[in-house]
């Protein structure tokens, strides 16, 4: 299976997604119309890995319904948009990949039509929720489209389903700790980024296509493996880059995770040392300002916190590749998962020298 040609149908099965709901939309007046716009909008311009591991793992197994295999890959597009705009209004952040996001271009709307600030940012999150739940729904309707034997629609359903309650198993987590006066343990930090990250970012896709292909378990089992040691190596190098990443690259400020206070295995480090004292009040602040992230970001690195940040995700980046070893993965699929997984974590060494 042509990997850039599944590629194109992924992107041509979105845009027939959109265009149905919004000629849908249009029939119950602009304002609805104008929040699928949003939402169509906040779906476009992303890296589509997760689209991505679903056609490698279902081509690499010997699938060859590229039209099935786009709707499913498809479909977890729309689930990473729903939980990327759910995640904003919870971070309060108004950017995403460096151009307003939902909740920000509702909130703008807001404050020119003369909306006190208050109201604007009420604005924004309600627009965020609703686009939010609207993809959503579209990731289970795309994939309740596939025509595919009952029995693996089933699967497909139980392993998208195990990923939305993962995530959001992991969301509250991160919100809980967050608020947390105590910093969690690393355990409990990694336990939280496998449930928000690697559920339905690595294990999930991998999982879907090789369903989809009717492979072995054996060898779902080791592709989901795969994913969960994938999953938390890149939300750490994830962590790393919210507070040393450019902007530029990363679509985020390089504070808004340290405003929300997010407890991340930087700060596991840090606050295990004397330094955690100078910046402990600084952290989780909706004061925060930039010359405050700075100082932040000084400790962070003279601490040693960044490094062992940056070691840990590489640790189970390798981990990952040892479980590629097992269940019979064919051997092209393994180097292109291989492949991937190293320009990922290739992210934050190129973040190593970066302030």
């Known amino acids: 299976m042509d990997l850039a040609a599944s590629g194109e149908l992924v992107e041509q099965r979105l845009r027939r997604f959109f265009a149905d709901a919004k000629l849908r939309a249009e029939c119950a007046g602009p304002a609805y119309l104008e929040l699928w716009e949003a939402l169509e909008r906040a779906a476009a311009g992303g890296a589509r890995s997760r689209p991505r591991l679903v056609l490698l793992a279902y081509g690499g197994l010997g699938g060859t319904d590229a039209a099935a295999a786009a709707s499913l890959a498809a479909s977890y597009e729309l689930l990473h948009s729903a939980l990327l705009v759910h995640d904003d209004v919870i971070d309060r952040d108004l950017v995403r990949r460096g151009v307003p996001n939902v909740s920000g271009s ?35 309707r795309l994939l309740s489209s596939l025509v595919v034997p009952e029995a693996i629609r089933r699967k ?53 296509g090789a369903i989809l292909a009717q492979a072995p378990a054996p060898v779902c089992a080791a592709l989901k493996s795969f994913g969960r040691y994938a999953g938390i190596a890149y939300q750490v190098a994830d962590d790393v880059l919210g507070v040393f990443g450019e902007q530029q690259r990363t679509g985020k400020s390089r504070w808004g995770d340290l405003r929300e206070g997010k407890r991340t295995a930087l700060l596991s480090y840090a606050a295990a040392g004397p330094a955690w004292e100078s910046i402990a009040d600084l952290i989780g602040s909706p004061a925060l300002t930039a010359h405050d992230a700075e ?18 995700a590489t640790r189970h980046a390798e981990f990952a590749l040892e479980q590629l070893e097992h269940g019979g993965i064919p051997a092209a699929l393994r180097a292109e998962l291989r492949e991937l997984l190293l320009t990922a974590i290739g992210r934050v060494h190129r973040a190593r020298t970066t302030t």
């Open 295 to 312: 100082r932040i970001r000084a400790v962070l690195i003279d601490c040693g916190a960044k490094d062992f940040a940056i070691d840990l």
């Open 106 to 140: 509702y909130r703008t709307r807001a404050l020119r039509r003369g909306a006190a600030a208050a109201e604007a940012d009420h604005a924004g999150a309600c627009a965020g929720i609703l686009a939010g739940d609207l993809a959503l729904a579209g990731a289970y």
């Open 156 to 208: 497909l359903h139980d392993v998208l389903d195990e990923a939305v309650f993962a995530s959001v198993g992991g969301e509250i987590l991160d919100v809980e700790n967050s608020r947390s006066q105590a910093m969690p343990s690393l355990e409990e930090m990694l336990k939280t980024a496998r449930l928000k990250t690697s559920a339905y970012s690595f294990e999930a896709p991998l999982q879907a």
